[in-house]
């Protein structure tokens, strides 16, 4: 191996055979996976594309004092719930949710998972933005019915409040 072909090595070329017009082998220098390296570029703007391009957020409203709520939270209770709720804000599902059908429809759950457990209400299927309702601290297995009650009478007064404003716009 002379120093030119070394030194093409490095730089991930490799010396290929072909046989050229009197059936003889001879030695070319190519770069190796041209095509592949082509490809992979393409992926490679594809991923930039997908993951990097930003995506319009939906704004977050608070109802009522589930601001508040949310900030009474652990410190890595709230950084979570914020996480959450920013990965929700991109049209994205959170690592832990579920359906609320007894607080209406539309209306999810975030479980967060520190020492104590944390939950938030919230609301996306409206266009204008992400409604947080409730956000608490859950002390037994089962979601409390003073916080399901709760967390329906701030849907239905968010609804009532949406109506009146169609009404008057």
């Given at each position: 191996?002379?120093?030119?072909?070394?030194?093409?090595?490095?730089?991930?070329?490799?010396?290929?055979?072909?046989?050229?017009?009197?059936?003889?082998?001879?030695?070319?220098?190519?770069?190796?996976?041209?095509?592949?390296?082509?490809?992979?570029?393409?992926?490679?703007?594809?991923y930039k594309f997908l993951y990097t391009f930003p995506v319009p957020e939906k704004p977050i409203f608070w109802v009522a004092t589930s601001l508040d709520d949310v900030r009474s939270f652990p410190e890595d209770a709230r950084r979570l719930a914020g996480h959450f709720l920013h990965i929700v804000q991109q049209g994205l599902e959170p690592p832990d949710w579920k359906p609320m059908a007894s607080v209406g429809r539309g209306v999810y759950e975030i479980r967060i998972?520190?020492?104590?457990?944390h939950r938030v209400f919230y609301l996306e299927k409206f266009s204008e933005g992400i409604y947080v309702l409730h956000a608490f601290q859950k002390k037994t297995r089962t979601t409390s019915a003073s916080d399901i009650d709760l967390a329906r009478r701030r849907l239905k007064q968010l609804i009532a409040e949406r109506g009146s404003q169609r009404d008057q716009g």
């Open positions: 191996m002379n120093e030119r072909e070394f030194s093409w090595s490095q730089f991930g070329h490799k010396k290929a055979t072909r046989f050229s017009r009197n059936k003889t082998l001879t030695g070319a220098i190519f770069p190796v996976g041209a095509l592949s390296s082509h490809f992979l570029t393409s992926v490679d703007k594809v998972h520190t020492r104590v457990e």
